[in-house]
C-alpha cells in the first residue's frame, strides 16, 4: 500500500529526512516512532503530498506521489497534528465543505456524512459549533475530516496528543476498527505504551535516519535478552524450597523473594526454554498460580534502539 524509496528531504543546513525507505501492506497498523526533530512529521508530510522531497521516491497503492498527486489524495487521509477550524461552522457544516471539497457526489455525500458521524460519535453534536468542541470532539472530528474520502491509507501525526485516558482509548478502538475494514494506518505518538497495543509494525528514526522496522513482536523479541519472571505460589511454605529449585537451574540469576508467596529472578536463556521452566515446576509438586515473564515494552525498545543517538 506504501512503498518509501530513499525519502530524503533538505532543508537550510538540516538534512530532516535521511534516505528513508520502507514499505506498509494493506490493512496493517505501523507505528512511527522517534525523537522530537527526527523528520517524522516532515515524512508525513512528504508521504501526505503536502512536502516536495529534496529527492527519493515514495509510491501510494503503486501511484508515484511526484506524478499523480491529485491521484493520491482521493485515496489518503492525513490527520495532522493541529487543523485548522472555520468560525460559525457546525460539525455537520464542517464536514458537508469537505465532502464538497472532495467532490462527493451529492446523491452519496449526505450517507457518507452520516457515516462517518457515526462512527466517531459525532452525532451527538452535529449541530454544535466547532469553535466550541473540546479537545477530544476536535480529534474526532479531525478524524473524521481525514475519513470522509474513504481513505485506503490513513496517516496519523500525534493523533492522542493532549487528550484524556477515556478518549485515548476510545482513539485506539476507532484505529482498530479502520485496520480491521482494510485500511492502512500510519501513526506517530509519543505514546509509546499506547503504540505497542494496537500497532502491528514499528518504524523508529533518529535524525531522520532509519533505525529499525519491522513486525512489532519480532522486533522485541530479537532485542530482548533476559527475562525478568516472577512466579507466586498458592501454598506460601514452598517458596524457599522452590528457590533451591531455581538455584540450580542454568540461566537463572538474581533470585528474590517478594512477600511470602511470590519469587522474582532473571531468565537469560532464550524465550522457547521458558515454558519447560514451567512444566518442570509443575511437575515438582510447586503450587504455581502464576508464572509471568516481563516483556519489553515499546519504550525499552525505543530506548534501547536509540540509547547514545541522541
Known amino acids: 500500500m506504501l512503498k518509501v524509496d530513499n525519502l530524503t528531504k533538505d532543508f537550510p543546513k538540516v538534512r530532516a529526512v535521511d534516505n528513508l525507505s520502507f514499505e506498509l501492506q494493506k490493512g496493517r ?6 525523537p522530537n526533530g527526527a523528520g517524522k512529521t516532515t515524512a508525513m508530510r512528504i508521504i501526505a503530498t503536502l512536502d516536495d522531497p529534496t529527492f527519493g521516491k515514495v509510491y501510494v497503492s503503486d501511484k508515484s506521489i511526484a506524478e499523480r498527486p491529485y491521484d493520491i489524495r482521493r485515496i489518503i487521509g492525513f490527520m495532522p497534528d493541529h487543523y485548522g477550524v472555520y468560525p460559525d461552522l457546525s460539525v455537520l457544516d464542517y464536514l458537508e465543505f469537505y465532502a464538497r471539497a472532495y467532490e462527493i457526489p451529492s446523491s452519496s455525500r449526505k450517507r457518507r456524512i452520516e457515516q462517518i458521524m457515526n462512527f466517531t460519535g459525532l452525532d451527538k ?8 468542541l473540546s479537545k477530544g470532539m476536535r480529534q474526532r472530528l479531525n478524524l473524521g475530516r481525514a475519513l470522509i ?9 500525534e493523533p492522542a496528543a493532549g487528550l484524556d485516558p477515556r478518549a485515548r482509548v476510545e482513539l485506539r478502538y476507532l484505529i482498530k476498527q479502520l485496520a ?27 535524525k531522520g535516519k532509519k533505525v529499525a522496522f519491522g513486525d512489532v513482536n519480532e522486533i522485541q523479541k530479537s532485542m530482548q535478552k533476559t527475562f525478568e519472571i516472577s512466579v507466586k505460589l498458592l501454598e506460601a511454605p514452598q517458596i524457599q524450597g522452590l528457590e533451591r529449585f531455581l538455584m540450580e537451574r542454568p540461566g537463572i540469576s538474581n533470585i528474590r523473594i517478594k512477600n511470602h508467596d511470590s519469587i522474582i529472578f532473571t531468565f537469560s536463556k532464550d524465550i522457547a526454554e521458558i515454558p519447560p521452566i514451567m512444566r518442570e515446576m509443575t511437575s515438582q509438586g510447586f503450587s504455581v498460580i502464576e508464572f509471568k515473564p516481563q516483556m519489553m515494552t515499546m519504550e525499552d525498545v525505543f530506548i534501547q534502539i536509540t540509547e547514545g543517538e541522541f
Do not use: R, W, Y
Not at 125 to 132: C, L, Q
Not at 180 to 197: A, C, D, N, R, Y
Open 125 to 132: 453534536i452535529a449541530e454544535k459549533d466547532v469553535e466550541t
Open 149 to 157: 474520502n474513504d481513505p485506503q491509507l490513513l496517516i496519523m501525526d
Open 29 to 34: 497498523i505501523c507505528g512511527f516512532v522517534g
Open 180 to 206: 480491521e475494514q482494510g485500511k492502512t494506518i500510519f501513526v506517530s505518538s509519543h505514546i509509546l505504551t499506547e503504540l505497542g497495543e494496537i500497532c502491528d509494525d514499528i518504524l523508529i528514526i533518529d
